[in-house]
């Protein structure tokens, strides 16, 4: 493959993942990104730094709840100086380390926004240009702020800057109630804001299974200020220093003022301004880039992944594409089929999924049993003090094979790789149940949820399975 010159278009974890695994195979690789740092918005801008946040937000609630146990920490004093250097010295030690990674593969690294010229050729800030045999694009998304809040800037910020914390808002409003808006406002309220939420529809998280959203939507209720379900933001205006925001309910309006606005109602791929005219690659109605199922687009030279391919939008998603599209190219029978994607809200408590969820089981009428295993009746979860999760199961009856697994509790995200895997390899709810888990800990949660359905459970009551 040394003749076959390979360029990536983007620098975050889909592209630089392609750019590693293709030079591994032996392809001449130049990587373009419009920053000298790699890592893209996921460790710049996005999930590095603020699942740093969310790790200090989760310490502060530690600190207070010790109460509980005896223990007073105080009042926590935070210099958001000191908070900051932090947050940013563990995205530069990574981006550093991802730079010398680059190196020792010999990837030609070149700064500066790639336009394409036509097929098989790219210009680099309307300078230099690159001629290449294939292109993978993978430059990502940008948060969405609709037009009716562009004029409002110095109340108004999307998650970039939020990210930033140039200071901590006595009030704040945070438009959207979904990942990113319950996240940020987690860390923001923990570090001292008053934040009311805001989300057009009657549930938070909406695309997200209910039993995994209701513990935390009950404990956000009680965290924040406000929360208004079924609620639209119509305007924002500003005046000294403060934002007046109208909100529309079902039957009434009325205008509350804040000190800062965080809008996080979604985000779009950056598949403008990168010259996609000039190629054969086609676009749906959304700026979605259109793929087969091994990233390959309706242009025979350039392929895409990660965000600008299509939901669901993850870091994870893009770095397994990264390596389906450059086997791909080497004609391995690889494609994204039937692939278990697992999705994390990183909010406290947390919640993760994998797989079939229950409404999806019902919209496509497939029969299927639900088992639940409440952490109310788990040991670990009692000595945590966090007994308000659970974990689900949906099972396919006659074959017990697990379809999805779905938890909600602290830690939620470091638990679900096991249902990844279970769903991966077919096992059946008598393999999660024979499985010997470690005591007590969290994980015993996975295996009980799966003697619930047996009727085999030892610390919940259910009658023996027929």
């Given at each position: 493959m040394s003749n076959v010159h390979l360029v990536v278009l983007g620098a975050g974890p889909g592209g630089y993942s392609a750019a590693f695994y293709a030079a591994d195979q032996g392809y001449k690789v130049t990587l373009v990104d419009t920053t000298d740092k790699l890592g893209g918005v996921c460790l710049h801008r996005g999930c590095i730094p603020s699942k740093a946040l969310l790790h200090v937000s989760g310490l502060i609630a530690k600190i207070r709840q010790a109460k509980e146990f005896g223990i007073d920490f105080g009042t926590p004093h935070i210099d958001l100086k000191i908070l900051n250097e932090w947050k940013e010295g563990i995205v530069s030690n990574i981006s550093d380390g991802l730079g010398h990674l680059c190196k020792q593969r010999g990837i030609t690294y070149v700064t500066g926004r790639g336009v394409f010229v036509n097929s098989n050729t790219i210009k680099i800030s309307g300078s230099q240009s690159i001629v290449f045999d294939r292109c993978v694009i993978a430059t990502g998304s940008r948060p969405v702020v609709p037009d009716q809040f562009v004029d409002s800037k110095s109340v108004v910020m999307d998650s970039t800057e939020a990210l930033s914390l140039s200071s901590i808002p006595e009030k704040l409003l945070v438009v959207g109630g979904g990942y990113i808006g319950l996240e940020m406002g987690t860390v923001y309220s923990a570090l001292g804001s008053r934040v009311t939420l805001v989300e057009v529809k009657d549930g938070l998280l909406p695309e997200v299974d209910r039993d995994l959203v209701r513990p935390l939507q009950e404990k956000l209720f009680n965290e924040?200020?406000?929360?208004?379900?079924?609620?639209?933001?119509?305007?924002?205006?500003?005046?000294?220093?403060?934002?007046?925001?109208?909100?529309?309910?079902?039957?009434?309006?009325?205008?509350?003022?804040?000190?800062?606005?965080?809008?996080?109602?979604?985000?779009?791929?950056?598949?403008?301004?990168?010259?996609?005219?000039?190629?054969?690659?086609?676009?749906?109605?959304?700026?979605?880039?259109?793929?087969?199922?091994?990233?390959?687009?309706?242009?025979?030279?350039?392929?895409?992944?990660?965000?600008?391919?299509?939901e669901p939008m993850l870091a994870h998603k893009a770095s397994h594409e990264a390596r389906i599209a450059i086997d791909g190219l080497k004609a391995k029978g690889i494609a994204f089929k039937d692939t278990v994607i697992p999705a994390v809200v990183f909010t406290d408590p947390e919640i993760a999924w994998c797989g079939l969820t229950e409404s999806e089981a019902k919209k496509k009428s497939l029969k299927f049993e639900v088992a639940k295993f409440p952490w109310r009746a788990s040991g670990r979860a009692h000595t945590l003090g966090r007994t308000e999760g659970s974990t689900k199961l949906i099972l396919q009856p006659e074959s017990k094979r697990v379809l999805g697994v779905g938890i909600v509790?602290?830690?939620?995200?470091?638990?679900?790789?096991?249902?990844?895997?279970?769903?991966?390899?077919?096992?059946?709810?008598?393999?999660?149940?024979?499985?010997?888990?470690?005591?007590?800990?969290?994980?015993?949660?996975?295996?009980?949820?799966?003697?619930?359905?047996?009727?085999?459970?030892?610390?919940?009551?259910?009658?023996?399975?027929?």
């Open positions: 924040f200020e406000s929360v208004y379900l079924g609620t639209e933001v119509v305007s924002i205006r500003e005046s000294g220093k403060l934002g007046y925001v109208t909100l529309a309910f079902v039957d009434e309006s009325k205008e509350e003022t804040f000190d800062r606005v965080l809008i996080s109602v979604g985000r779009r791929p950056n598949t403008d301004e990168i010259g996609i005219e000039n190629t054969k690659v086609k676009l749906d109605s959304n700026g979605f880039v259109k793929v087969d199922l091994k990233g390959q687009t309706s242009d025979s030279a350039i392929l895409a992944i990660g965000d600008i391919s299509g509790g602290y830690g939620a995200g470091e638990l679900i790789a096991e249902g990844v895997l279970a769903i991966n390899m077919g096992a059946k709810a008598d393999d999660l149940s024979h499985c010997i888990h470690p005591h007590p800990t969290l994980s015993e949660t996975i295996m009980e949820s799966a003697d619930v359905f047996l009727g085999t459970a030892t610390h919940i009551y259910k009658r023996p399975r027929k």
